[in-house]
Every structure is written in structure tokens, then in C-alpha cells.
């Protein structure tokens, strides 16, 4: 899924990627349809801003659940809040995306039947993805996050300058890096901010060494 915030050239500009604060312009007060909206909705629209602050751009390509996971809500509310924003022009939604949020918006209204019927015809029709035999390898490393957007960045990625082998040496060093108190970064994300590049290191964990042979001192032998 696509979303592009509206006019965010012109209020919202920055020299880098993910920047500590966005602006929030006065203007809004006066904005009508931003008072239209629901409360749920008008609170979105500020988190996504915040979102979208993570490419230069503006823009927000993520999967619905993948969103809706990072901002805490279910998939159906998401859904519905993201068709009201886009109906009051504040942001936009590619078509294909479009269709989709509008099509599930409506599950509710459907019969449980004829709702089940649906998802077996589009269960035949989907088609399941093929990977290549070197992405299994990077994917086997940091099975995170949705399996064929890391795919498709793995594919971006080796088309460039950096080479399946600085990839898979990449994530090595970044998964030994890692704790049970962070589990990583999902693997499409990792690989789109080109992460191979840092250095992450692996950590290491210095022991004393072990004596062997040694026995304490005998009482009479301490002075």
C-alpha cells in the first residue's frame, strides 16, 4: 500500500530522512474538512505525517497490517479512517491500494457466506510467490517481517553495486549483533536502508581465563 500526504512539499520539508519534530502549521484551525473529520481520523492524519516523515518524499509504502501494527490499531479500523482521510483530500492512495481499503471497508456489510466464498475464489487466483535460491539463503539469516517485500528489496538491491555476498555477510554480522531485547529491524527494511553498510559488529562477551591444575594453598603456607 501507497499513501502520499497531500501538499507535503509545501508544509513539510526536510534535509534528512526521520527528522526529531515535523511542523504542525497554525492554518490547520481554519482547515474545515480537518474539523469534519472524525476524532479518530484527524489523529491519524498526525501520525501519519510522522510516518511519512521517514522518506523525503512523503510518501508511506508499507502493508496495511504492517501500518496498522506501528501506529496500534486493527486492520478494520485502519481501514475505514484511511478511506475518511482520503475522501477529505488530506492524503492519497495509489488505485490499486484504493480498491482494496475500500473493498474490505465493506466486508462487514457482506453475508458471512458469501464472505467466505470470496476469500476462497481470491485464495485460487493468488498466486504464490517464487523466490530465487540466493534469497532463501539472506531470508534464512532474519526471517522478519512480510517475506515478499523483502524480496522484492533484495531484488533492488543486487541489481545495484552490492553483491549477494556483502548482503549475506551483512545480515550475519547484524543478527549476532541483536538480544532478546530487540529482535531486529524487518528484513525488507534492513535491506532498503542499505544496512549492509554499517558496522554493526558482532558482539563478543570476554571471559577470565580458566586455571586449570590449581589447588588453594595449604593454612601453613599463608604468611
Sequence with gaps: MKISIKNWSKFQHYQNRRPPWIKLHRELLENRQWFDCSQ??????????????????????????????????????????????????????DEESASEVLADSLQDAIPETERETEKEAKTKKRKVPSYTKEFEEVWSLHRRGPKAKAFAEYK???????????????????????????????????IADARWEEDTGVKT??????????????LGDVQ
Excluded: C
Design 40 to 93: 479518530g481520523a484527524s489523529k491519524l492524519l498526525v501520525e501519519l505525517w510522522l510516518v511519512a516523515s521517514d522518506n523525503e518524499d512523503g510518501t508511506i509504502d508499507q502493508e496495511l497490517g504492517d501500518l496498522a501494527f506501528r501506529l496500534r490499531r486493527e486492520n478494520s479500523k485502519m481501514q475505514s479512517l484511511l478511506q475518511e482521510l482520503a475522501d477529505q483530500g488530506f492524503i492519497e492512495i
Design 156 to 190: 533492488k538491491a543486487i541489481s545495484g553495486d552490492v553483491s549477494h555476498q556483502e548482503i549475506v555477510e551483512g545480515i550475519i554480522a547484524y543478527v549476532a549483533s541483536l538480544d532478546e531485547n530487540f529482535k531486529g529491524s524487518h528484513l525488507f527494511r534492513w
Design 205 to 218: 562477551v570476554k571471559r577470565n581465563p580458566v586455571l586449570t591444575n590449581w589447588s588453594p594453598p595449604a
